[in-house]
């Protein structure tokens, strides 16, 4: 099944390169980090371009559930205590901004945009919310605790936030991008100082934005290190109780709540790519036991790429390239941060300072937990002796049998059973 936003949403099409161009700013990647950094230098005045390997918002952005939201878990009461308060407004700043931008934007565009309020809750810990409730009220945010009282099972508490929203994504997205300098079918074959090749023609470019979920630059970066992607699978259901608020679970592995309409989205069964998890089944079992009846009509999954500290990378590629932009690494919240990285972006690449960018920094230090289990995975999946290789760094695939595909547990490419590409980092079809 496809995801419900796929189904009845008319697309825009787009040509493909026809030979030799020359832009001021290249975009590489049409979802919405690339679409949304597009329109905000369109209406800036700088020239640019956008090309796509295949067709905008067919990647990993179809299937979002799209919750506009400062919450982004149980994040604020960490950062604080780890980076400072200066850093934490910063980034919930930033956050903030990316809301008012959507609302603004949305009043012109057909979305089923809808303010609902957020919640993150906990099953077992009450403390973490009450942490979490005084550290955005620190950071001048409006939080409370609540119980959740919607959700078909008791929990130990959550954070409230009023006047966060939700949208349809490409109802959005098809609507800003229609008038874009945008390519599909232009796949990049080769980047190169002020240069890259396509399967269509060169590019030649004075700044670059790579914005292809996973970074496909290997050799700047170390972005193979510094991040890993994770898996979730979502479930459409018709007939289940809906809810008013958004809800998401503060464990990486608990369950997603919102309503579209008279459907009810549940999301979980995560894990990171390559590895085991509920998948569907998962999701497939709580709707038997708590929403009795219910008719799934929509069934996805989705990937996200998740960084060493919880904050994306958004900036200048790596401190040898300074005409090379990136924006990854969203950690599950694509929508606030695809428009964040548009506004910080948008400046950059002109040369203007940023208030926000110093948090975002890619180059900000690497030392955490997370890349001592990155750099694990990585030897494990180099030395596996099985076949069949990535392409991407030669890692051992492993197969899921959830969704029939072969999936790289280093850096997250996935394949078709017959080897064919479906995400990134890999840009070509599987080795035997």
Same mark, same amino acid.
């Given at each position: 099944?496809?995801?419900?936003?796929?189904?009845?949403?008319?697309?825009?099409? @787009?040509?493909?390169? /026809?030979?030799?161009?020359?832009?001021?700013?290249?975009?590489?990647?049409?979802?919405?980090? %690339?679409?949304?950094?597009?329109?905000?230098?369109?209406?800036?005045?700088?020239?640019?371009?956008?090309?796509? +390997?295949?067709? #905008?918002?067919?990647?990993?952005?179809?299937?979002?559930?799209?919750?506009?939201?400062?919450?982004?878990?149980?994040?604020?009461?960490? !950062?604080?205590?780890?980076?400072?308060?200066?850093?934490?407004?910063?980034?919930?700043? +930033?956050?903030?901004?990316?809301?008012?931008?959507?609302?603004?934007? &949305?009043? =012109?565009?057909? &979305?089923?945009?809808?303010?609902?309020?957020?919640?993150?809750?906990? !099953?077992?810990?009450?403390? /973490?919310?009450?942490?979490?409730?005084? *550290?955005?009220?620190?950071?001048?945010?409006?939080?409370?605790?609540?119980?959740?009282?919607?959700?078909?099972?008791?929990? *130990?508490? *959550?954070?409230?936030?009023?006047?966060?929203?939700? @949208?349809?994504?490409?109802?959005?997205?098809?609507? #800003?991008?229609?008038?874009?300098?945008?390519?599909?079918?232009? $796949?990049?074959?080769?980047?190169?100082?002020?240069?890259?090749?396509?399967?269509?023609?060169?590019?030649?470019?004075? $700044?670059?934005?790579?914005?292809?979920?996973?970074?496909?630059?290997?050799?700047?970066?170390?972005?193979?290190?510094?991040?890993?992607?994770?898996? =979730?699978?979502?479930?459409?259901?018709?007939?289940?109780?809906?809810?008013?608020?958004?809800?998401?679970?503060?464990?990486?592995?608990?369950?997603?709540?919102?309503?579209?309409?008279?459907?009810?989205?549940?999301?979980?069964?995560?894990?990171?790519?390559?590895?085991?998890? %509920?998948?569907?089944?998962?999701?497939?079992?709580?709707?038997?036991?708590?929403?009795?009846?219910?008719?799934?009509?929509? /069934?996805?999954?989705?990937?996200?790429?998740?960084?060493?500290?919880?904050?994306?990378? #958004?900036?200048?590629?790596?401190?040898?390239?300074?005409?090379?932009?990136?924006?990854?690494?969203?950690? $599950?919240?694509?929508?606030?941060? +695809?428009?964040?990285?548009?506004?910080?972006?948008?400046?950059?690449?002109? %040369?203007?300072?940023?208030?926000?960018?110093?948090?975002? =920094?890619?180059?900000?230090?690497?030392?955490?937990?997370?890349?001592?289990?990155?750099? @694990?995975?990585?030897?494990?999946?180099?030395?596996?002796?099985?076949?069949?290789? &990535?392409?991407?760094?030669? &890692?051992?695939?492993?197969?899921?049998? +959830?969704?029939?595909?072969?999936?790289?547990?280093?850096?997250?490419?996935?394949?078709?059973?017959?080897?064919?590409?479906?995400?990134?980092?890999?840009?070509?079809?599987?080795?035997?």
């Amino acid at each position: 099944m496809e995801s419900i936003w796929e189904k009845g949403t008319p697309r825009v099409r @787009f040509e493909s390169l /026809k030979g030799n161009r020359d832009t001021d700013v290249l975009i590489v990647g049409g979802g919405i980090a %690339g679409i949304l950094c597009a329109y905000k230098l369109k209406n800036a005045g700088v020239e640019c371009m956008l090309v796509e +390997a295949g067709e #905008i918002c067919r990647g990993i952005t179809k299937n979002t559930t799209a919750k506009i939201t400062i919450q982004h878990g149980l994040m604020y009461d960490k !950062m604080l205590r780890r980076l400072g308060e200066r850093q934490a407004r910063r980034y919930i700043e +930033a956050q903030m901004r990316a809301g008012q931008e959507y609302a603004r934007l &949305c009043q =012109s565009v057909d &979305c089923d945009y809808e303010q609902k309020d957020s919640y993150v809750y906990s !099953m077992h810990d009450r403390g /973490k919310i009450e942490r979490e409730v005084g *550290a955005l009220q620190r950071l001048g945010v409006e939080a409370e605790c609540s119980d959740a009282h919607e959700l078909p099972f008791p929990v *130990a508490g *959550a954070v409230r936030v009023k006047d966060q929203a939700q @949208f349809h994504p490409l109802k959005f997205l098809h609507a #800003i991008a229609k008038d874009l300098p945008i390519y599909e079918h232009t $796949k990049v074959l080769e980047l190169m100082p002020r240069k890259a090749k396509t399967n269509h023609g060169d590019i030649t470019y004075e $700044k670059l934005i790579v914005a292809t979920h996973f970074p496909i630059l290997n050799k700047h970066g170390l972005y193979p290190l510094k991040l890993y992607q994770h898996r =979730s699978y979502v479930l459409a259901l018709k007939g289940a109780q809906t809810v008013e608020g958004m809800y998401v679970d503060e464990s990486s592995t608990g369950l997603s709540f919102r309503s579209y309409g008279d459907l009810l989205l549940l999301g979980g069964g995560g894990h990171r790519t390559g590895k085991q998890g %509920g998948c569907w089944q998962e999701l497939e079992d709580f709707a038997k036991t708590y929403y009795q009846g219910a008719e799934i009509v929509g /069934k996805w999954a989705t990937q996200d790429c998740m960084t060493l500290d919880d904050v994306p990378y #958004i900036g200048q590629y790596a401190k040898s390239t300074p005409d090379v932009f990136v924006a990854t690494g969203f950690n $599950k919240w694509g929508m606030t941060n +695809a428009m964040v990285a548009s506004d910080i972006l948008c400046d950059l690449v002109r %040369g203007r300072p940023h208030p926000h960018a110093a948090v975002f =920094s890619p180059s900000r230090t690497m030392f955490r937990p997370q890349l001592a289990i990155n750099t @694990f995975e990585s030897v494990i999946g180099l030395l596996t002796p099985t076949t069949p290789r &990535c392409p991407h760094l030669g &890692c051992a695939l492993k197969y899921n049998r +959830a969704e029939r595909t072969w999936d790289c547990p280093c850096h997250g490419s996935r394949f078709t059973e017959h080897g064919e590409l479906i995400d990134n980092p890999a840009t070509d079809d599987k080795r035997v």
